[in-house]
């Protein structure tokens, strides 16, 4: 079962998705069967979103922090676990649900005011309300904007889902 922050209790709602593991880490199962879960990794992450999640093995914690692609979780472990820097980190996306409030018709940019890329972007709709449209071209997936929104409603997810 998924742990339940503050503001998802408070929202009613329950994250039951897969915990994100660090940058580079590649397939799950072989990264699961490898990893030591020495904590070197978590240790090295320079902006502390890396944690000890399930069965004491490292995930991304986008409410602690975002990623800043840094590579010191790699650097530092002392198996060969990691892909090398020069692939792409992970293989995620940007995932805007329904819950958006401004997909509700409410008034809120905090997912644009937190992307440091401005890889959200807001276009004006017929009532008014602005509506976010991501673009996943310039989104770096660094989970900066998963914290920012009120309602929870930033996931990243697969580009294969």
């Known amino acids: 079962m998924a742990e339940v922050s503050r503001r998802n209790l408070l929202t009613g709602w329950r994250n039951s998705a897969p915990e994100f593991r660090p940058p ?11 990893c030591t879960r020495c904590q070197q990794c978590v240790t090295a992450c320079q902006t502390h979103v890396l944690t000890m999640g399930a069965g004491g093995f490292p995930k991304m914690d986008f409410d602690q922090a975002e990623c800043t692609f840094c590579y010191a979780c790699a650097a530092h472990c002392p198996e060969n676990l ?15 649900s329904e819950r958006c409030l401004a997909q509700r018709q409410v008034e809120c940019r905090c997912c644009q005011d937190a992307c440091e890329v401005q890889a959200i972007r807001f276009r004006p709709t017929l009532n008014g309300i602005a509506r976010p449209e991501p673009d996943v071209s310039s989104c770096t997936t660094c989970g900066a904007c998963i914290p920012a929104c009120p309602v929870s409603a930033i996931t990243l997810r697969s580009r294969h889902e």
């Open 24 to 34: 580079w880490s590649g397939d799950e199962r072989h990264f699961v069967e490898h």
């Open 82 to 96: 990691f892909l090398p820097q020069s692939v792409a980190p992970w293989d995620y996306q940007l995932s805007i």
